[in-house]
T-cell receptor, first 114, second 110 residues
Framework: EAGVAQSPRYKIIEKRQSVAFWCNPISGHATLYWYQQILGQGPKLLIQFQNNGVVDDSQLPKDRFSAERLKGVDSTLKIQPAKLEDSAVYLC????????????FGPGTRLTVT | DAKTTQPNSMESNEEEPVHLPCNHSTISGTDYIHWYRQLPSQGPEYVIHGLTSNVNNRMASLAIAEDRKSSTLILHRATLRDAAVYYCILSPDGGNQFYFGTGTSLTVIP
């Protein structure tokens, strides 16, 4: 079974630039999550989708971050404009719906903002 | 957010059992207890989860206190591949919204 795919794996941008991350969840997983993990900290949930609807985005900085999940499968997370403090690993995870189901994590995208 | 408290770091000798503690004194009756671990440069991976009763799987055992205010993840024989950060997480109302803490960094000594 293929795991959660993310791209790119690494990205370096300058502050005030824009960046987008892509995630392809495990087939059949209706729930998709985006996490931000700053060095030395645990992952922080940014947004949770069920199919293409948002379940929880309470910790998403909506002035600069946006996410979408068209057709309830792939998802993109965008940052515009980026700040230095956005440097982190962005993790995508997916799970079955209904809970409490195992979350399967992708390898993450390491973002460096200079 | 339901909070958990874990020691920042622990050490274990290879092939010995490891007991990783977690305090969750504000747990509610419907919160599940999950354990995930994160190896260096990888995303977290599932270890085990439970509600009230102790749980066993091929990776580990989960011992839950009778009052559910604490739990312990037990690795029966630590190997070098078990060196990772271990996270204890509560999911509110049996759902799947996870709020990670800083976890316990486990070092396994050969």
């Amino acid at each position: 079974e293929a795991g959660v795919a993310q791209s790119p794996r690494y990205k370096i941008i300058e502050k005030r630039q824009s960046v987008a991350f892509w995630c392809n969840p495990i087939s059949g997983h209706a729930t998709l999550y985006w996490y931000q993990q700053i060095l030395g900290q645990g992952p922080k949930l940014l947004i949770q989708f069920q199919n293409n609807g948002v379940v929880d985005d309470s910790q998403l900085p909506k002035d600069r971050f946006s996410a979408e999940r068209l057709k309830g499968v792939d998802s993109t997370l965008k940052i515009q404009p980026a700040k230095l403090e956005d440097s982190a690993v962005y993790l995508c995870a997916s799970s079955l719906t209904g809970g409490p189901y195992e979350q399967y994590f992708g390898p993450g995208t390491r973002l460096t903002v200079t | 957010d339901a909070k958990t408290t874990q020691p920042n770091s622990m050490e274990s000798n290879e092939e010995e059992p490891v007991h990783l503690p977690c305090n969750h004194s504000t747990i509610s009756g419907t919160d599940y207890i999950h354990w995930y671990r994160q190896l260096p440069s990888q995303g977290p991976e599932y270890v085990i989860h439970g509600l009230t009763s102790n749980v066993n799987n091929r990776m580990a055992s989960l011992a839950i206190a009778e009052d559910r205010k604490s739990s312990t993840l037990i690795l029966h024989r630590a190997t070098l591949r078990d060196a990772a950060v271990y996270y204890c997480i509560l999911s509110p109302d049996g759902g799947n919204q996870f709020y990670f803490g800083t976890g316990t960094s486990l070092t396994v000594i050969p």
